[in-house]
């Protein structure tokens, strides 16, 4: 059964080939959506098999299936080797779970359009990418498969490039899909970098074979600093593909391409890489301690900032792609404490109920003309029931309401943050929670309830096509249900030993990690965890009823307008996302540009040149006075330089004698 | 036929034409179709000759070596040249960078109505040195290799002799090269005083017993290096390459920018691999005689010489407006990734060196080869601006160009990933992290220009009317880089396996 | 001859390299300049020589004749590239081709 695995990749693959070679031919949109969704949607079966036949024999050890030798040099071998084990498998179903839905809603969506088969292309090789990441048993693939979604991303992103969008610096989509491109590198640079230094260190880039290097060495291993910089270099990587500070600002430009495109890759599948790549290598990032605690430090810090931001945005898809960074922030702070179980909990919950947000954004926005501008809306529950009631279960699942989703993954992972942590952490995941819940229900209120703020004139909004709707239905069971694979012990341990279903199945993968952090199994019941679940409970209940009073039961949104003026320039700094982006250009990009423009190449050639000629005082004179008049261009000039450069390379042969 | 015979072939079947290349000019005089031909079948004799060496058992088995040292006539040929081994290899590269450019050049040759035959001639020429220089194991035969390619480039970069451009691009080579070699030999005559024979042989044995006169030792390497440097266009040694570059015919920058530098770099092999001293030797030095601390020193030297061109070519390209002067930058910068084999000093470099190069020579050819169809008489259309919109009205086109600025990038699955994977790698192997980390930020700043080309062409809209775009046997070079590109991306260790194997 | 050391030699022709260099440099005029490349490469064969002579080994002075022979065909070229030059600016000078620049 699981040496079919190569099926799972290979079909989305065909489906890109096919697509983009004929696919200009294909009269047909219905059948090109169905090509592009089956491709998809049959890797989900397999995948599903492969899971359930994991849960009839439980897996001990990673299977590894071998594809094909894609290097074989001498002194190093990479196969294209796929390993299967609970942790991919998850992320498989994930991806292509979550990809099929929103292939069919896409087919809804993108209807009309004249790059029809152009998107299904470029979403199936999206997909073939992802799923090389995820299934990878080597850095190298995983590494191809993380380039291939940024490309793949940044060709979608760009979609309708020729379509105006505001951002800083950025008027067309194709700035901002370039933007996303080169945030993206600067992380890819960590993770080329931390390969070759894994590979140095330890002959190896395969998952496994590092993993029993690491757990046969365990105690050597630890505290060294090689590991030190590796994980620091992964988890950089890490930073750039799933937006975290610093590398954050690109996720909410990239929300210029069309809507499926931001749930499928901004929201649900990739940009929860970077929580993928810490997940697997859990071994190594718990032998680097310091490591650990940046990781928190930085994923709490983006769960509070980001979350601030969402607040006051007023674009339905900036919201979400706020709140999107935010919540990849809480990841983050789980996989810090070490709790990677909670982590990917919580990258699955999110997957379900930030997919259904975005797709129920898309759903407003194609009922709407494209309108973005949440002020602009309001009342449109009685337009499109269906997404209203879906986009109500995704908000209640996000904010964290007992029973749905979000409530078992982010609860579980503020308690590990304060179990694992500190109470500082713990609070601060607390506010972030707070403002998730308020800048949610904001949303609902804004969007769907009281009185009608658009056009009516141009705009009769409408409910979205059965291919969309549907979709959106599947999402909202998932996400109201979902949490349920996950129950915390203490809720569940008198019907079962563990009932945490996710923690048992992920055991295999995360029990050598759990072993260096010193986690035991055993569960305790404290009276604490109990209190904190309802802290946390009581911070939801209370953000939705302050959502509710400001913008629901007052018309004229008074207390909001009047913090605004009151507190004008926290507003102003949180409406302008801390002023990132400028901060950004004026210290880097701006400096990059001038110095080499007006610096390297002027510089060198007048400034040393004649620097240099000033200097020699003997000859200053006579030569000077050639050589002055002398400016780029001249082939003499060159041989001056060239002269130089030969001086000064064979004085330090000599001068190293 | 004897081994050596067979071994030989490539050297015997370019020199041939290389000499009567003239002659059957002065016979066919106005067929230019079978000049063209003729050269075709030069490159395609020697691609066949080499396919047959590689499949002779005595290729991997290294029974080559004592073979040739038997018979008289292998002795007479193993003091002058190297046959085999990864030579072999570079011959393969330059006949494929010949096929490359023939076919384009067929193309714009006519557009810009100069189709001479003493291109084919000369192009001939400027190959069966780079041969020789591939080949060489004596510094005369390496001299003579460098000059034969160097002067044919001479008049090939001036090629367009009513073209005020392609003058000057032709003079300012030819002063700074003929000053180049001058510094070149000028080392030679040092590393000959200092060792006391031309023979790569004999000069790396006297080097590995410390029987050299140190100064004249020093100083060789230094003229040696500059004049080596200057012909593979690294920093500071570079700055005629970007003018040269820009003024030249586009077909003879890609030929001249990847087989010529190429050859430079395999000349940087064969004299590194004779006078510096192997990694282990270094490493294991208890005392310091003067030998070691010439080949560390030179080390270091290479090292920051590669670092400020991968800089210097990369942030100067960013600034470029004109395509062809931005790729005459990257260029450089290309060098300097080479030249990290180079640095790293042992059989993962050199076989680094050998794989980019060929990645090099599909991706980089391909673009300039692009780059000719889409400039107009006189050297105009040449601007980033006048890409845009390509992908509407050349779909094929841009889509390649696209696929050659992922691959200089280095993005996988292209050829140019591995390139740069393979020679990163073995820079770190040898110790020196730093270059590496260098090299991965310069690449960095080289996304900027590549992917800005894919913008224009992609997300941005002409203006005026539609580009109207000749192109019949130039496809076929197209469409042979993009095979080589992608086949070497997919399948990289079809090619570095045996070059492992050969530099061991 | 013996009497002199090795070293007066290979002195002589550094401080003729030097001149060279200086006058490829220097000289604005395309003919001196291919004048003092010339003088470059005579200096390297001044330099071969005596180190044949040293050695008592041939090769430095076969060496010297590819040097002579290549330096014919590269004034040629050269010739060639400055009657092209003339033939369409009118100037020889090496100073006044610099359209190619920055």
Redesign the interface.
């Known amino acids: 059964m699981y040496n079919i695995v190569w099926l799972i990749p290979l079909l989305p693959l065909i489906g890109f080939i096919f697509l983009g070679l004929v696919g200009k031919k294909l009269k047909s949109e219905s059948l090109i959506g169905t090509i592009g969704s089956a491709t998809v949607g049959i890797s989900f079966l397999i995948a599903f098999l492969m899971f359930l036949k994991m849960l009839s024999t439980p897996l001990e050890a990673p299977v590894i299936v071998n594809v094909y030798?894609?290097?074989?040099?001498?002194?190093?071998?990479i196969n294209i080797a796929y390993q299967i084990d609970q942790l991919s498998i998850l992320y498989t179903m994930i991806v292509t779970g979550v990809g099929f839905l929103i292939h069919i809603y896409s087919i809804g969506y993108m209807h009309g359009d004249r790059g029809f088969f152009r998107f299904f292309a470029y979403l199936n090789l999206f997909i073939f990418m992802m799923l090389n990441l995820v299934l990878a048993n080597n850095f190298l693939l995983t590494?191809?498969g993380w380039?291939?979604v940024g490309?793949s991303s940044y060709l979608l992103i760009?979609f309708w490039?020729?379509r105006k969008f505001q951002g800083i610096r950025i008027i067309?989509?194709?700035h901002a899909?370039?933007k996303a491109?080169?945030m993206n590198?600067?992380g890819d640079?960590g993770f080329?970098?931390a390969m070759?230094?894994i590979?140095?260190n330890f002959g190896t880039l395969e998952y496994t074979e590092l993993h029993n290097i690491l757990v046969s060495n365990t105690i050597s291993y630890q505290y060294s600093s090689a590991i030190g910089i590796i994980t620091i270099l992964l988890f950089l990587a890490a930073t750039g593909k799933s937006a975290q500070i610093p590398l954050a600002v690109w996720l909410p430009d990239a929300m210029a391409g069309p809507t499926p495109v931001s749930a499928l890759i901004h929201a649900a599948t990739m940009v929860t890489a970077g929580i993928f790549l810490v997940a697997r290598n859990s071994l190594l990032f718990a032998l680097a301690p310091s490591t650990m605690n940046v990781i928190a430090v930085i994923g709490i810090s983006t769960a509070f900032f980001a979350a601030t931001i969402g607040t006051v945005q007023n674009g339905i898809k900036k919201v979400l792609a706020y709140s999107t960074v935010s919540q990849l922030g809480f990841m983050f702070a789980a996989l810090g404490v070490g709790a990677y179980t909670a982590a990917v909990f919580h990258v699955m919950m999110h997957a379900f109920f930030k997919g259904l947000l975005f797709l129920g954004a898309g759903s407003v926005m194609h009922g709407m003309h494209n309108e973005e501008d949440i002020k602009k809306m309001g009342g449109l529950q009685k337009y499109m029931p269906i997404t209203y009631k879906t986009f109500y279960v995704a908000s209640l699942a996000i904010a964290g309401i007992p029973l749905f989703a979000g409530f078992f993954s982010k609860d579980e992972i503020m308690w590990q943050t304060y179990n694992h942590g500190s109470a500082i952490a713990w609070f601060v995941l607390a506010l972030s929670a707070f403002m998730t819940a308020f800048y949610m229900f904001r949303l609902v209120n804004l969007v769907f309830h009281k009185e009608e703020r658009f056009d009516h004139k141009h705009i009769h909004p409408h409910e979205s096509p059965k291919t969309m709707t549907i979709p959106l239905i599947i999402l909202s069971v998932l996400s109201a249900l979902g949490g349920f694979l996950g129950i915390p012990y203490i809720l569940g341990f008198w019907f079962s030993h563990n009932p945490n279903f996710l923690d048992n199945f992920l055991e295999p993968v995360f029990k050598d990690a759990n072993v260096v952090l010193g986690f035991s199994e055993n569960h305790q019941l404290g009276g604490s965890e109990y209190l904190f679940m309802l802290i946390s409970v009581t911070i939801a209940l209370f953000s939705i009823w302050t959502a509710y009073k400001w913008y629901y039961y007052d018309d004229k949104w008074s207390v909001p307008r009047k913090l605004v003026l009151k507190f004008k320039g926290i507003y102003k700094l949180l409406w302008n996302k801390y002023f990132v982006d400028e901060v950004y250009f004026t210290t880097i990009v701006d400096p990059l540009?001038t110095s080499?423009?007006e610096g390297?190449?002027k510089f060198?050639d007048v400034k040393i040149i004649d620097g240099l000629v000033n200097g020699l005082a003997s000859i200053t004179t006579f030569f000077g006075n050639q050589v002055r008049k002398i400016q780029t261009?001249f082939?003499?000039?060159?041989?001056i330089?060239?002269l130089?450069?030969?001086i000064i390379?064979?004085s330090?042969?000599?001068f190293?004698? | 036929m004897e081994i050596q015979v067979l071994f030989s072939l490539p050297l015997i079947i370019a020199s041939f034409f290389a000499v009567f290349m003239p002659v059957f000019d002065a016979i066919l005089k106005k067929n230019k179709q079978i000049i063209f031909l003729f050269t075709l079948l030069n490159f395609l004799l020697v691609i066949v000759a080499d396919i047959f060496i590689f499949a002779s058992p005595e290729f991997f088995t290294g029974v080559l070596k004592s073979g040739l040292e038997n018979s008289d006539f292998g002795k007479f040929l193993s003091d002058a040249v190297s046959l085999g081994g990864y030579t072999s290899f570079f011959d393969l590269l330059f006949a494929i960078a010949g096929i490359l450019t023939l076919f384009a050049a067929k193309d714009y040759l006519k557009k810009e109505s100069y189709e001479l035959k003493e291109f084919y001639s000369l192009v001939s020429f400027s190959f069966a040195g780079m041969l020789f220089i591939a080949h060489a194991n004596n510094?005369?035969i390496l001299?003579?290799g460098i000059?034969l390619m160097s002067?044919s480039f001479?008049?090939l970069s001036?090629f367009f002799?009513?073209n005020?451009?392609s003058?000057?691009?032709?003079?300012?080579y030819?002063?700074?090269g003929?000053?180049?070699?001058?510094?070149l030999?000028?080392g030679?005559?040092?590393l000959?005083?200092a060792t006391?024979?031309?023979e790569l042989k004999v000069i790396a044995q006297k080097i590995s017993f410390n029987q050299v006169t140190?100064?004249?030792f020093?100083?060789a390497?230094?003229?040696i290096?500059?004049g080596l440097?200057?012909k593979a266009s690294t920093?500071?040694?570079h700055?005629?390459a970007?003018?040269v570059y820009?003024?030249a015919p586009t077909v003879v920058t890609g030929f001249m920018s990847t087989a010529g530098k190429t050859a430079a770099f395999a000349a940087f092999i064969v004299i590194t691999k004779a006078i510096f001293l192997s990694n282990l030797v270094i490493d294991n030095a208890t005392v310091n005689p003067?030998v070691i601390?010439?080949t560390?020193?030179?080390r270091e030297?290479l090292a920051i010489i590669a670092a400020l061109t991968m800089l210097?070519g990369n942030?100067?390209a960013?600034?470029q407006t004109n395509v062809k002067r931005m790729l005459a930058f990257s260029s450089v910068a290309h060098a300097g990734y080479i030249l990290l084999g180079i640095v790293s000093n042992n059989s993962?470099g050199w076989?680094g060196i050998v794989f980019y190069a060929f990645a090099y020579v599909f991706m980089q050819i391909g673009a300039f080869v692009i780059v000719s169809l889409i400039e107009k008489e006189n050297g105009s259309n040449l601007n980033l601006s006048d890409y845009n919109g390509l992908s509407k009205s050349h779909p094929f086109l841009s889509a390649s160009m696209a696929i050659f600025m992922?691959s200089l990038v280095g993005?996988?699955?292209f050829a140019g990933f591995?390139g740069k994977y393979y020679l990163?790698?073995s820079v770190?192997?040898s110790g020196y992290?730093w270059l590496?980390?260098v090299a991965?930020?310069a690449s960095?700043i080289s996304?900027?220009f590549y992917?800005g080309l894919i913008?224009n062409m992609?997300?941005?809209?002409k203006e005026g009317e539609p580009l109207t775009v000749q192109c019949k046997t130039s496809g076929i070079s197209i469409i042979l880089s993009l095979i080589g590109v992608i086949f070497l991306g997919?399948f990289?260790?079809l090619l570095?396996?045996p070059l492992?194997?050969l530099f061991? | 001859m013996n009497n002199i050391p090795?070293e007066y030699y290979?002195a002589l022709?550094g401080i003729l390299?030097t001149i060279?260099?200086l006058g490829?440099i220097l000289r604005r005029n395309?003919i001196i300049?291919f004048m003092s490349?010339e003088i470059?490469?005579n200096?390297?064969n001044l330099?071969?020589i005596s180190?044949?002579r040293y050695?008592g080994?041939t090769?430095?002075e076969?060496?010297v004749f590819?040097?002579m022979a290549?330096a014919a065909?590269?004034s040629a070229?050269?010739l060639?590239?400055?009657l092209?030059?003339f033939r369409?600016?009118q100037t020889i000078y090496?100073d006044e081709?610099?359209?190619?620049?920055h």
Do not use: H
């Not at chain 2, 003058?167 to 300012?172: C, G």
């Not at chain 3, 081709?97 to 620049?101: A, D, F, M, S, Y």
């Open positions: 030798k894609w290097i074989s040099a001498g002194y190093f071998s590494f191809l380039e291939g490309l760009g490039y020729d067309w989509t194709g899909a370039n491109f080169i590198r600067i640079f080329l970098i070759f230094m590979f140095v540009i080499s423009r390297l190449w060198f261009g082939a003499q000039t060159y041989a330089v060239m130089a450069g030969a390379l064979i330090w042969l000599f190293g004698l | 510094l005369l001299f003579l000059e002067i001479f008049v001036g002799r009513n005020i451009l003058i000057e691009a032709s003079l300012k030819f002063i700074l003929a000053f180049a070699t001058g510094f030999i000028f030679f005559a040092m000959y005083g006391g024979s031309l140190p100064i004249y020093a100083l390497i230094g003229l290096f500059v440097a200057f920093f500071p040694f700055q005629w970007p003018d820009t003024g003067p601390a010439i560390r020193n030179s030297i210097v942030i100067t960013l600034m993962n076989s992922f993005l996988p699955p591995f990163f790698l770190i192997q992290l590496a980390l991965v930020i960095i996304i900027y992917i913008i992609y997300f941005k809209e997919i990289p260790s570095m396996n492992l194997n061991k | 090795l290979i022709s390299f060279g260099t490829v395309a300049v490349l470059m490469l200096s390297v330099a071969f180190f044949a050695l080994d090769s430095g076969i060496f590819f040097v290549v065909a590269e070229i050269g060639a590239i400055i092209a030059l369409k600016k090496v081709v610099n359209v190619l620049k």
